[in-house]
């Protein structure tokens, strides 16, 4: 059993409190899980914020500078969870002093940037992975299954979507994910690799595609120190801010398998709180999946005989192990948490093990090759295509 040390870096925002406690609570459900993840180091360049972590992590050391903790001798994996536009920076610093790195999606704001990643990450043969966890909802290794068992045939159509109404509101205020200097791929890099993620693990790498990104609000107020899901009194005195990347987007892509895409998300989808959704269509049946049944499957075979064929519903449960590790009978609902669990556990293991999982950093490289297309196709105004490499 080996210690993985881990630093975790912007420890006290949303996904680095996320992170954080996955660490600390994993084995309770998995073991060991091959190694035992010991938090080491605590970023975060907020003075107030730091010293609140040091009580929720005793024993930790806490930095303001992240290159501290990069650098720190004792630390195994650096974990990062930092506004889009430090990702590629503070990944790359960690992947060449020698650690394993952990970073939340987008990888990087450019394929070019997570090309680079990858391959420093090869030549070094450090593990890599990159915080696409919605996939690791167990229900999704049931939906993987049934498709590379044959079950429905070969892959035709994809639909998915994702969606949410945190700037659905015009008087929404203002935060970092609408700057395009700190978030240069708006929805696209935040909401979009979500659904490109599943695209990735179900279908397979995208060929080309055509997107339409759009800002649904061109301006919005100001109010200092909001995240994602705060609201704010407004006085109607605060200045404005413009909006600098894409509130939404709708594409089509074609598959290298030659199955076609369908995809749309956004965050101004007004009472949409947080809607998810795919389809996978093949010649022999189809699934089909929605986040308000968070571990249900729907699936259709053309195997049933005339007369009784139709959508059949199925729930995953304690046959699955990362869902037995939470929960003794099926549909109960495993969580956001859960699945954040889930992808901890399995990245000190594959640090542990020195077993890469998936999503690495070259999966992360594929999507944001997605990204950039969805960004350029959406300037020129046509179809992209997507290298193979």
Known sequence: MKDVNVAVIGASGWMGK?????????????GDAGGVARVVALVDRNPQAAEGLLRKVPGAQVFQDWRQAVNHPEVDLVDICLPDDLHYEVAKAALL???????EKPLANTAAEARELADIAREKRLITRVGHAFPRNPIHDRAKEIIDAGEIGEIKMFKGCQHIDVFGDPAAPFMWRADGTLAPTGIVGDTGT????????LVGRVSSLVADNFVATPRRPIFAGLGIGEGAELTGDEAMAEVTNPDGTNLLCRFENGARGIVDFSRVATGRKFRQTYEVYGTKGSIAYDWDEVNRLRFYTNDDRAGRRGFREIDVGPE????RAFLPLPNFSLGYNEMKIIEIAEVVRSVATNTPMWPTFETGHHICQIVDACMESSRLGRWVDIPSV
């Open 320 to 323: 699955n192990p990362n869902y």
């Open 194 to 201: 979500h659904v490109f993620s599943f695209m990735e693990f």
């Open 18 to 30: 996320v992170h954080t406690m996955a660490f600390l609570t994993f084995p309770h459900f998995f």
């Open 97 to 103: 002093a020698g650690k394993h790195v952990f970073c």
